[in-house]
């Protein structure tokens, strides 16, 4: 009798553990880091976004423009308009940093589709380049700009970490957008390349308060987060503008994070525009042909 009733206990167990495990909630966070090399990015300490990259899929060729357009400037601003949205810049209308007839009401940012496809999620924007919030962001239910100054400091991008462990603890976002400028500030400055010291630093730095956000994030052990980190571009010199023909200024890099991603390095070419549609689907957003997104999700199991 006992040998019976010990195995109703552990089948009772093994019930309770797979139960707690489909209790788990999907989320997802999209993590910029701007004028960020992946060359450099390797070469520098990393352990954070090492830790992503290990736990996922990656591509160290992502391009920031697409088959169909590629008129727009190599800069901020049509790069995170793409990252954002899902769509190139013939779409968007985004063709450099000027913003003069943007067309996010037609192509907005993700978070407008995720609010369509679940009213009640909780989505959470935190930048330190104002345009991102000015002109990209919509359907935030919380929206925080942490740059103060003219350029973007080192605490800017602290104030953000900030902010994402003290909301992924009481907003319980479904999904996160966050942003880091301190390596494209160090690139202007200094220059992008991995012999930069500064631009290494800055790296470091950053991928230092990654860590502080996943810390917060692995606290919430009834969430399963998918992760995608992004640049808007790479450099070349202390610049990126007009380069249409430069790998180091073409290539991003894309990374797709999480248990519900595959694992090693892509084996075909993806882009900046894959991003949106990769964290749609992951949540089960049914994705519209309508939107017109001209990314794909990619990377998941």
């Known amino acids: 009798m006992k040998r019976y009733l010990s195995l109703a206990i552990v089948l009772l167990l093994l019930a309770s553990s797979s139960s707690s495990a489909a209790e788990k909630t999907k989320h997802v966070l999209l993590l910029g880091i701007d004028g960020c090399r992946f060359d450099a990015l390797t070469k520098a300490n990393t352990p954070n976004l090492d830790k992503l990259r290990a736990s996922g899929i990656y591509s160290p060729t992502a391009l920031i423009l697409g088959d169909r357009y590629k008129k727009n400037d190599t800069v901020s601003g049509p790069g995170w308009g793409s990252i954002n949205t899902g769509v190139w810049a013939d779409k968007h209308n985004v063709q450099d940093n000027g913003f003069k007839e943007p067309k996010f009401d037609k192509y907005p940012h993700f978070f407008h589709w995720v609010k369509q496809g679940m009213p009640t999620a909780k989505t959470v924007s935190i930048i330190n380049w104002t345009p991102i919030a000015q002109y990209m962001v919509s359907s ?32 319980n976002p479904k999904a996160m957008m966050l942003y880091f400028g301190e390596v494209d500030e160090a690139g202007h400055a200094h220059g992008f390349h991995p012999t930069v010291p500064q631009y290494i630093a800055a790296i470091e730095h950053v991928d230092a308060l990654v860590g502080s956000v996943l810390e917060a994030i692995e606290k919430r052990t009834d969430q399963e987060w998918l992760i995608v980190v992004t640049s808007d571009h790479g450099g070349a010199g202390k610049g990126h503008g007009g380069g249409h023909n430069n790998p180091d200024i073409l290539n991003s890099f894309l990374i797709v994070s999480g248990e519900g991603a595959q694992r090693g390095k892509f084996d075909q070419q993806v882009y900046i525009v894959d991003a949106v549609p990769t964290l749609l689907t992951y949540l089960g957003v049914k994705i519209d042909d309508a939107w017109e997104l001209d990314g794909h999700a990619v990377g998941l199991k």
């Open 140 to 171: 935030a239910d919380v929206s925080i700009d942490t740059k103060k100054g003219t350029s973007y400091a080192e605490a800017d991008d602290d104030a953000e970490a900030a902010a994402v462990a003290e909301i992924a603890q009481e907003e």
